[in-house]
């Protein structure tokens, strides 16, 4: 496919309009279409800038369908920009597997950076990405608590800052099991509804944070930033205790559901006939 179309990867604003760079609204002008998640979403962004453009519907339950579809206008020659419904595409949002077809199909994709909550949240965290402590994005902490649990047990020796997206209706629980598995003292920031009119930043300890946001009910939408571990913990033991009495907490280190940790005790310390 050389010699054929653009495909533009586009950043768009995560809250405020004005953060749309006159790069990216003069591309955004400029393409044949424009390859959005929520069409509905997008337009009002597009309008707001006097951007009308064709929209092609582009999200990840119909991913596969719709980057072949776009794939066959960019052999065409045509231009197409790909956005997200806010920040950076590709980040926590679809649009890899297009970005990687056009690529190995010859197209030239151009990136066009702007807004993004992980960079942005970062800038006012005042937590350092170094070389010896590098920063680390796992995107959105899963919905299951077990998931959950074994995801934030991978960073619990983290030298470096480990940016997480969490909705409200989960920071409490996430909160909790960082309580248990990081412990309470280790540096957290939270940033909420970034670039928005109720913006919040809040920077304390994961305890702090757990307070605090217990007292006042989370909402918007939420970016959070851990800080390195204030030392290397001692290593969970592989085998459960010995002592029943404390396999709750060590299945949450381990990232097990309640019932797997019980099976693996009675394995382990019931005596077979």
Not at 24 to 42: F, K, M, N, Q
Request: charged share 20%; net charge positive.
């Amino acid at each position: 496919m050389k010699g054929g179309g653009t495909l533009y990867v586009v950043a768009t604003p995560i809250g405020n309009l004005e953060d749309l760079t006159y790069r990216a609204a003069r591309i955004l002008g400029e393409v044949d279409a424009i390859a959005c998640e929520d069409t509905r979403h997008s337009r009002a962004l597009l309008e707001h800038y006097g951007i009308h453009k064709p929209l092609l519907s582009y999200y990840r339950e119909r991913e596969a369908e719709r980057a072949a579809a776009i794939l066959a206008r960019l052999a065409a020659g045509e231009a197409i920009a790909l956005i997200s419904d806010a920040g950076a595409p590709l980040l926590s949002d679809p649009g890899a597997r297009l970005v990687a077809q056009a690529a190995a199909a010859g197209v030239r994709v151009v990136p066009v950076p702007g807004a993004s909550a992980p960079v942005t949240a970062l800038m006012a965290s005042g937590l350092a990405a170094e070389a010896d402590s590098p920063l680390v994005f796992p995107g959105f902490l899963p919905a299951r608590a077990t998931a959950r649990r074994h995801c934030l047990g991978k960073y619990v020796a983290w030298t470096g800052p480990v940016v997480f997206f969490e909705t409200p209706h989960r920071l409490l629980a996430a909160l909790g099991d960082m309580e248990e598995i990081w412990g309470p003292d280790r540096p957290l920031v939270i940033a909420r509804e970034l670039t928005k009119i109720h913006e919040e930043i809040f920077r304390g300890s994961v305890a702090a944070a757990r307070a605090h946001f217990t007292a006042h009910p989370p909402r918007g939408e939420f970016t959070l930033i851990a800080g390195a571990a204030a030392s290397t913990p001692a290593p969970v033991a592989a085998d459960p205790p010995a002592d029943p009495a404390t396999l709750k907490p060590w299945a949450r280190q381990q990232g097990l559901s309640r019932s797997e940790a019980y099976r693996r005790w009675q394995a382990r310390y019931t005596k077979k006939d």
